[in-house]
């Protein structure tokens, strides 16, 4: 069974600091791409941040120098270190994991988790 399992999140003041965590089961992880998305609601998820499964990484310009993206290949997590956080980061974060195995696709959503960054 695919999880994928977000934790990290909560309220912080503007300025503060948060590490989130995604923890996946039941994927072939190391061949997997992984990235995190959020929403705001009433609005499209957006991608925050990806790794690939070689480990190179690419940021939405909103975040770039704030956000890092990071993978544990032999903890199945990837991680997201956010500092310098803003009020406009508020939002729900998902992890996604992407990858082909057998001329499929597979692109798994964690069920999210809330930061909210108080001005």
């Known amino acids: 069974q695919v999880q994928l399992v977000e934790s990290g999140g909560g309220l912080v003041q503007a300025g503060g600091s948060l590490r989130l965590s995604c923890a996946a089961s039941g994927i072939i992880f190391k061949i997997s791409a992984m990235a995190w998305y959020r929403q705001l609601p009433g609005k499209q998820r957006e991608l925050v941040a990806a790794?690939?499964?070689?480990?190179?990484?690419n940021y939405a310009d909103s975040v770039k120098g704030r956000f890092t993206i990071s993978r544990d290949n032999a903890k199945n997590t990837v991680y997201l270190q956010m500092i310098n956080l803003k009020p406009e980061d508020t939002a729900v974060y998902y992890c996604n994991a992407n990858w082909v195995y057998g001329g499929n696709r597979y692109t798994p959503w964690g069920q999210g988790t809330q930061v909210t960054v108080s001005s």
């Open positions: 790794v690939t499964s070689g480990g190179s990484t």
